[in-house]
């Protein structure tokens, strides 16, 4: 790939202010902490340092966590002051937190998914506190496509109960697995039937699955959309993904709001796919006036 050529394309975009079409956007664009998870993982930043390096390095104004980059930090009201200070001394927003590792709420167990559901509890205070408004889960588990379809209705349904006392969304990504198909992953939501349950649709995590019919499929629930990006060409468009279509069918769909940047590639560094997933994503949703 001709990284000079994409990087060209980053800077234009990025920097100048200036409007390929002459229109607002409308879409904002977010900063996913997992897009630094290399860089984090080293050590070399910590979640403390997200809020002013999504502000000061990418010129963006709103951040969506990952819990695991905070770890046990849930309850501790003295660092999640601390972290929320960093977003207002930045002016920074907390969208939401992407919650992993505190069990399955498609579990086919009860027993499994009750400790699953009570394991977010932590983390729907912390996103209230934060200013969040949602948290991300996973209708992960064993079983059958049906069983565990069952046994998510009543995990993100007792989730999404308690959540909603607090004011907060409880929304799944298709992240593997049965949620990796739009059509299962969009009959849960159905049934739920909350207006604070719902999607987080990514546009990349379908594998096997047509990508543009399972964003569609989730979009009539979508709280957030999640901009996943690996690759880019000479012209700063993503090799796998048609984000013009994909940018159609969220736009047709209602949403309105914040679209994260993603990116998870490997041919360039964080930074630079950071700054080139910012680059498409302002390309793709100028056409769209608010």
């Known amino acids: 790939m001709k990284i000079k050529s994409v990087l060209t394309v980053i800077l234009v975009s990025m920097f100048t202010g200036i409007s390929l079409y002459g229109q607002e956007p409308a879409f904002k664009i977010s900063l996913a902490e997992w897009s630094l998870n290399r860089t984090l993982r080293k050590g070399t930043i910590t979640n403390m340092d997200f809020p002013r390096i999504t502000k000061e390095t990418y010129g963006l104004d709103a951040v969506e966590y990952v819990s695991t980059f905070f770890k046990g930090k849930a ?17 920074v927003k907390s969208l939401l937190i992407m919650v992993d590792g505190e069990g399955n709420l498609a579990d086919t167990s009860l027993a499994a998914r009750n400790k699953a559901i ?34 998510a209705i009543d995990g993100l349904g ?14 799944v990504e298709n992240h593997g697995g049965n949620s990796s198909y739009g059509k299962w992953l969009a009959e849960i ?7 604070n349950c719902g999607t987080l649709p990514d546009l990349g995590n379908f594998y096997e699955y047509d990508r543009y019919k399972g964003v569609q499929e989730l979009m009539p629930y979508a709280k957030g ?9 000479e012209n ?24 994260d940047v993603e990116y998870e590639g490997n041919k360039l560094s964080e930074d630079e796919g950071i700054k080139a997933t910012i ?9 769209y006036k608010k």
């Open 75 to 91: 309850e501790d009201m003295e660092y999640l002051a601390q972290l929320k200070g960093e977003c207002e001394k930045y002016g």
């Open 118 to 151: 009570e394991n977010h509890h932590k983390w729907v205070k912390a996103a209230k506190f934060l200013g969040c408004h949602s948290i991300r889960v996973n209708a992960a588990g064993r079983g059958t496509m049906g069983q565990m379809q069952e046994a």
């Open 158 to 171: 007792r989730l999404a109960a308690y959540a909603e006392d607090f004011g907060i969304n409880v929304i």
């Open 189 to 195: 939501m159905k049934c739920v039937n909350k207006p």
């Open 225 to 233: 959309v999640s901009g996943k990006t690996h690759d880019f060409d």
């Open 236 to 259: 700063g468009n993503e090799t796998q993904i048609d984000y013009e279509r994909m940018m159609k069918i969220v736009y047709d769909s209602g949403y309105r709001g914040y679209i």
């Open 279 to 287: 680059a498409l994503l302002k390309k793709v949703t100028e056409p």
